[in-house]
């Protein structure tokens, strides 16, 4: 019989000695990740770990996922879930691994944890386990200006303002211009990490990680007083287990009931597994 174990990560905000003074508030990442772990409760997984803003560290992270991989094996299940603010820095390892050289980063407690740190873990996972992402984050580039994509109506819509500073403050991303400054200050530390992983042995991911993030590159990810938008929707879809179909039906669900200017994207990585990809959500 198959195990499942998962991992939920909600920060309302970060250590603000670490991020050069900025707290990066929000409101709803904590119950996000609360509402994750009653859902997999619900679908039978017994191993759950709840990591919420202070206890959100890179290294309890890192400690958490690699205990999954020593513990789960091939067929089993791994359940990681992520709410609070994305951000980005330049990626050393050329077009080929990131088009728009830029890698993604999900702003933990202590610091900017770079997806290329999450892919070398997800290697670290017994060929055939199945590893289900849900990243309620946005990671909008660099080049990307709130008033240069979403119009006065949209943020009315999403964010109800049309203030585009305010925008920045209730959406998931961190503000650009202390992307860069951070990236300034420690860019020997995190051009370090990727040199690190680049010199390793890359192995072919033998899992298959599936994941279904909140938005897209160019658009922002709402915050909200109860969850975010893209967790309020997910939940709504699956309407506490009412939903049938599989992720690619789950994903289209989400995507049909959120608004045009925030659209889940879904992608899928590793061993291919199709019979994963058509189970019913958050199946052991």
């Known amino acids: 019989m198959a195990r499942g174990r998962s991992l939920h990560i909600g920060l309302n905000r970060v250590d603000p000695a670490r991020y050069n003074g900025w707290n990066g508030k929000l409101i709803a990442c904590e119950n996000d990740a609360r509402d994750m772990d009653e859902l997999a409760g619900k679908a039978g997984i017994e191993d759950r770990v709840t990591l919420l803003t202070a206890q959100a560290t890179v290294d309890n992270v890192t400690a958490e996922l690699r205990k999954a991989a020593r513990i789960l094996a091939p067929g089993d299940f791994l359940f990681f879930t992520y709410s609070g603010h994305g951000g ?32 070398k873990e997800f290697e670290s996972f017994a060929e055939g386990v199945r590893i ?19 119009t006065p109506e949209a943020m009315e819509e999403q964010f109800q303002t049309t203030d585009p500073h305010q925008v920045e403050t209730t959406s998931r991303l961190m503000p650009l211009d202390k992307q860069a400054e951070l990236y300034e200050r420690d860019k020997e530390f995190f051009d370090g990490i990727q040199r690190e992983l680049n010199a390793k042995d890359n192995r072919e991911l033998g899992a298959t990680a599936l994941l279904i993030s909140a938005c897209q590159d160019n658009q922002l990810a709402a915050d909200g007083l109860r969850n975010g938008l893209f967790t309020a929707t997910l939940l709504e879809v699956w309407n506490g287990g009412e939903f049938t179909g599989g992720y690619k039906a789950f994903h289209r669900e989400i995507l049909k009931r959120m608004p045009p200017t925030q659209s889940p994207n879904l992608f899928i ?5 199709n019979r994963f990809i058509r189970q019913t959500p958050f199946t052991v």
Not at 132 to 150: A, F, N, P
């Open 269 to 273: 990585t590793g061993r291919a597994n």
């Open 132 to 150: 289900l992402c849900l990243l309620d984050c946005c990671h909008s580039g660099s080049g990307i200006r709130v008033r240069e994509i979403l």
């Open 88 to 119: 980005q820095v330049p990626d050393l390892n050329g077009p080929e691994d990131e088009p728009d050289r830029l890698d993604e980063t999900m702003c933990l407690f202590d610091r900017e944890y770079i997806d290329d740190e999450l892919y």
